[in-house]
């Protein structure tokens, strides 16, 4: 119940940043409020392609938070899981202001790992059903 609460706490972040960002923009220069939101977000998000409902998560984050995202399927091992997080999060400090993705629990520990390794923490972990855990992560 709690986990729910949060995922419309989150919904009502990204709807009102999207305003003011809009609001902003448009107090600047008049514009259509779609260019200057689609602008706001330069995202990363990670997947593992087994979970039947990722695909899902990839299209609510481009329609939700229209932006310019890019998407990595995590494949392999578990240590590679480990490995690829890291190197994206570390680019994605330099380059990206959003860092998301949805996982398998075993795989969200060693993506947990490799980013608090990094330094890194979290705006909110949610887990959705048993096999299911969204995420976003600070940069």
Not at 34 to 49: H, M, N, R, T
Not at 54 to 60: G, H, L, R, S
């Amino acid at each position: 119940m709690m986990e729910t609460g949060r995922r419309g706490f989150f919904k009502q972040i990204f709807t009102a940043v999207a305003a003011v960002a809009a609001t902003g923009a448009t107090a600047a220069a008049p514009r259509r409020a779609e260019a200057s939101v689609a602008g706001q977000i330069k995202g990363v998000c990670l997947y593992v392609p087994s979970l039947g409902k990722a695909t899902d998560f990839v299209e609510m984050m481009n329609k939700n938070a229209p932006g310019s995202w890019t998407v990595h399927p995590l494949t392999g091992s578990l240590s590679e899981h480990y490995f690829t997080t890291r190197n994206l999060y570390e680019e994605a400090r330099g380059s990206a202001n959003t860092f998301v993705g949805v996982v398998d629990p075993a795989t969200f520990a060693i993506v947990h790992e490799a980013i608090v390794d990094c330094g890194g923490s979290f705006h909110y972990t949610t887990y959705e059903d048993r096999n299911r855990v969204t995420f976003s992560a600070q940069l």
